[in-house]
């Protein structure tokens, strides 16, 4: 129990300093300041909206379809969103 707890401690202090010196990059390397927070809430948008949506996604899936149908959709969804309709575009655009 207690290495569970040293492990924890010692990844999320870890992810903690990643966080902020991506962000200090990212504030730095932006071309304008006077739009750098509307962009580093595009940033901040697209990687926890995934977080977000996964639960809502997989909730109707594994009780219909069961778990091993879920991984497939989830190889499946990330060739999909490259497309010039996708999200991951519309997001690129604001920058």
């Keep these: 129990m207690a290495a569970a707890v040293l492990a924890a401690a010692a990844l999320g202090a870890g992810y903690g300093v990643y966080f902020a010196i991506d962000q200090a990059l990212v504030t730095e390397i932006l071309p304008r300041e006077n739009d750098r927070g509307r962009r580093l809430g595009a940033m901040n948008t697209a990687g926890s909206g995934a977080v977000a949506a996964a639960p809502l996604i997989a909730a109707p899936i594994i ?5 091993s149908t879920l991984s497939v959709f989830a190889a499946w969804l990330p060739p999909c969103s490259c497309g010039p309709s996708s999200s991951v575009a519309w997001i690129a655009q604001l920058f």
């Design 63 to 67: 009780p219909a379809a069961g778990c």
